[in-house]
């Protein structure tokens, strides 16, 4: 039986039974939080607190769903790291890769446990048969966050082997697999001519409305790559900083979980 | 903000039950279910009932009038006294000083000195969370 986190039994303890119930503001208020918004010029999110009392500031300016993504990380210092002073640079933010400091995954931890609690986020995506960017598309919509944040979300919360892979010019920048996903199984570090990215980063051709069936070989370098296949949905996933930070997310769920067995085989299991 | 109140206290024995069946590993439940002759699926269903029942509604009220007062605040206009960037500044690093255990976290910040607009801010908020400058500062 999993355990409830520090944030899930919060929303709990306030009767949050429906994503729609997640009153962010509210909720930071039992907290002793209270969140303005204004135009900020030196960071997108901040937090300062005397004893027990705290006013957290957003900049709505990137979009109402990121707000309240910003708004959840900023709860979750000041539940995890009060008394504390904290800075948290761009490159702690996205470094999913475990590049990032301690308290700030922690604090994105909390927030994507109080925005998308995985005792709501679970039942909603087991729903969705045929997992794509469409399923994560309407889990953002249901919990009012972003694609980025949602599609994290599914790969951390799924139970099955799921992987979601984020590309720029240069290459892969980061992925996450779900828990189940083996490590042996690493995506490769360049942009595979059969994966499509390259078309999608560079304005060649537009996202698939739904996921499609691709030789896992166009994603993965694994010597038993070319025996499978993969279900692929690839988007484009600009950051703010516009066209010269565009992105390609692709996520990507096995045709059958036996593409695993060989690693299994030589763990000796 | 929101005191406590008849609902902590019933918060605190449905947390006290709830802990102890989450805390539980799934051998320990079935041995206890089995020991008080209920049945796996009507445990299910109680756990389901206690969570959705008085502690529940009670949680949703609490948040409501959360709300109430989240908009109530709001409309509620505060105005400091105006003051220089420089008395600001010193002000601020007065409050540094004197308020070490203060918490403080920005996302995304850029990296280099507050500027003057992020200075009145900070002034703002630690005036707002009752941090008193009464006392004169050289500026």
Same mark, same amino acid.
């Given at each position: 039986? &999993?355990?409830?986190?520090?944030? /899930?039994?919060?929303?709990? *303890? !306030?009767?949050?039974?429906?994503?729609?119930?997640?009153?962010?503001? =509210?909720?930071?208020?039992?907290?002793?939080?209270?969140?303005?918004?204004?135009?900020?010029?030196?960071?997108?999110?901040?937090?300062?607190?005397?004893? %027990?009392?705290?006013?957290?500031?957003?900049?709505?300016?990137?979009? @109402?769903?990121?707000?309240?993504?910003?708004?959840?990380?900023?709860? *979750?210092?000041?539940?995890?790291?009060?008394?504390?002073?904290?800075?948290?640079?761009?490159?702690? +933010?996205?470094?999913?890769?475990?590049?990032?400091?301690?308290? /700030? &995954?922690?604090?994105?931890?909390?927030?994507?446990?109080?925005?998308?609690?995985?005792?709501?986020?679970?039942?909603?995506?087991?729903?969705?048969?045929? #997992?794509?960017?469409?399923?994560?598309?309407?889990?953002?919509?249901?919990?009012?966050?972003?694609?980025?944040?949602?599609?994290?979300?599914?790969?951390?919360?799924?139970?099955?082997?799921?992987?979601? +892979?984020?590309?720029? #010019?240069?290459?892969?920048?980061? !992925?996450?697999?779900?828990?189940?996903?083996?490590? @042996?199984?690493?995506?490769?570090?360049?942009?595979?001519?059969?994966?499509?990215?390259?078309?999608?980063?560079?304005?060649?051709?537009?996202?698939?409305?739904?996921?499609?069936?691709?030789?896992?070989?166009?994603?993965?370098?694994?010597?038993?790559?070319?025996?499978?296949? $993969?279900?692929?949905?690839? $988007?484009?996933?600009?950051?703010?900083?516009?066209?010269?930070?565009? /992105? $390609?997310?692709?996520?990507?769920?096995?045709?059958?979980?036996?593409?695993? %067995?060989?690693?299994?085989?030589?763990?000796?299991? | 903000?929101?005191?406590?109140?008849?609902?902590? @206290?019933?918060?605190?024995?449905? %947390?006290?039950?709830?802990?102890?069946?989450?805390?539980?590993?799934?051998?320990?439940?079935?041995?206890?279910?089995?020991? @008080?002759?209920?049945?796996?699926?009507?445990?299910?269903?109680?756990?389901?009932?206690?969570?959705?029942?008085?502690?529940?509604?009670?949680?949703?009220?609490?948040?409501?009038?959360?709300? $109430?007062?989240?908009?109530?605040?709001?409309?509620?206009?505060?105005?400091?006294?105006?003051?220089?960037?420089?008395?600001?500044? =010193?002000?601020?690093?007065?409050?540094?000083?004197?308020?070490?255990?203060?918490?403080?976290? =920005?996302?995304?910040?850029?990296?280099?000195?507050?500027?003057?607009?992020?200075?009145?801010?900070?002034?703002?908020?630690?005036?707002?969370?009752?941090?008193?400058?009464?006392?004169?500062?050289?500026?």
């Amino acid at each position: 039986m &999993r355990r409830l986190s520090h944030a /899930e039994q919060y929303l709990i *303890g !306030y009767g949050v039974t429906k994503p729609r119930h997640i009153d962010l503001e =509210a909720l930071a208020w039992t907290m002793g939080a209270k969140v303005k918004y204004k135009r900020l010029s030196s960071c997108e999110a901040k937090i300062t607190g005397l004893g %027990d009392r705290a006013i957290i500031t957003i900049d709505d300016s990137f979009g @109402e769903r990121r707000a309240r993504f910003s708004l959840s990380h900023e709860i *979750g210092h000041w539940q995890r790291h009060r008394n504390q002073i904290l800075s948290c640079s761009k490159q702690d +933010i996205g470094g999913v890769n475990g590049k990032g400091a301690h308290k /700030e &995954r922690e604090a994105d931890r909390y927030a994507a446990d109080f925005m998308m609690p995985a005792y709501l986020y679970r039942p909603l995506m087991r729903e969705f048969k045929r #997992p794509s960017f469409k399923s994560i598309d309407a889990l953002a919509q249901e919990f009012q966050a972003s694609r980025k944040a949602s599609a994290l979300r599914y790969v951390d919360v799924d139970r099955s082997e799921s992987m979601l +892979i984020c590309f720029g #010019p240069n290459g892969r920048k980061w !992925y996450r697999g779900s828990k189940d996903w083996p490590d @042996e199984w690493a995506p490769k570090r360049d942009h595979d001519p059969d994966s499509g990215v390259m078309e999608l980063l560079f304005g060649k051709t537009t996202p698939g409305a739904d996921r499609s069936l691709v030789p896992a070989s166009a994603f993965f370098g694994r010597y038993s790559a070319e025996n499978h296949n $993969v279900y692929a949905h690839s $988007v484009i996933s600009r950051s703010r900083g516009g066209q010269t930070d565009a /992105e $390609v997310m692709t996520f990507i769920v096995p045709q059958s979980s036996a593409m695993f %067995d060989d690693v299994y085989t030589s763990r000796g299991w | 903000m929101t005191k406590k109140s008849k609902r902590d @206290e019933l918060f605190d024995l449905a %947390d006290n039950v709830v802990d102890t069946i989450l805390n539980m590993s799934d051998e320990e439940l079935d041995a206890e279910l089995e020991r @008080e002759g209920i049945a796996p699926e009507d445990a299910v269903k109680a756990f389901d009932s206690l969570v959705d029942s008085a502690r529940m509604k009670a949680g949703q009220k609490s948040l409501l009038r959360a709300r $109430v007062e989240v908009d109530a605040d709001k409309r509620s206009a505060r105005s400091g006294r105006p003051r220089s960037a420089a008395e600001a500044l =010193a002000l601020v690093e007065r409050a540094a000083k004197e308020l070490p255990q203060m918490t403080q976290a =920005a996302r995304n910040a850029k990296s280099g000195a507050m500027s003057d607009s992020d200075v009145f801010d900070l002034l703002e908020d630690l005036e707002e969370l009752g941090f008193s400058f009464d006392r004169d500062v050289e500026t």
